[in-house]
């Protein structure tokens, strides 16, 4: 677990470089093409930061050059596929200190206290993973590893069982006004008595 944690800073710490040359690149661009900086390097970063984790860390391919390098990637804990919403989150919450850097520089030295606590998280963890992790769900294993995790989340959710559909229609009320709501509502309740994970839709 230590040589995954260590792989992870050094794939991520090549990530963030690529987007530091990358955010520079496209200033100097801008700088020559107007004739004067019209955006700021610390503002483009975090931008083109997010596009590059959600782009390359998940949409356009299945890991960023950095994992590609050190040989790890990013896999879901449950799911077969990481959703687009988990990828947006994550993305996000891995810009965030560079945004908060972009917004308020003249406390870069909170948001680099917390930047570094953010760093820090995943070595802390048994499970290595840091707060974008858990909040998308997902963690970072070797990239020989991935299949074999595959393979266990397909078998978990094969043996998980089908539920049933318990349909109440027609009932004719009682004298007392017993009909089709009263019984769905007795029913939810009698199964949820005896332990049965219960869910109820009436219209």
Known sequence: MKDIKIKRIMAEGTDLGITMLASLLFVCILALASGKGIVSFLLVCPIIYFLYQLCLGGILTENTPGQALFGVRVVPVKEKTIPLIDMVVRAIIKAMPLLVIALFPQIWYIAAVATLIYVLIPFVRKDGRGIHDLAADTMIMPAEEQKEHAEETNNENKEKKNGKLVLVTA?????????KTTTT?????????IGKNVAVALR
């Open 171 to 179: 009932i004719t009320p009682t004298p007392a006004g017993e009909g």
């Open 185 to 193: 509502i007795g029913l939810a309740d009698g199964l949820k008595r």
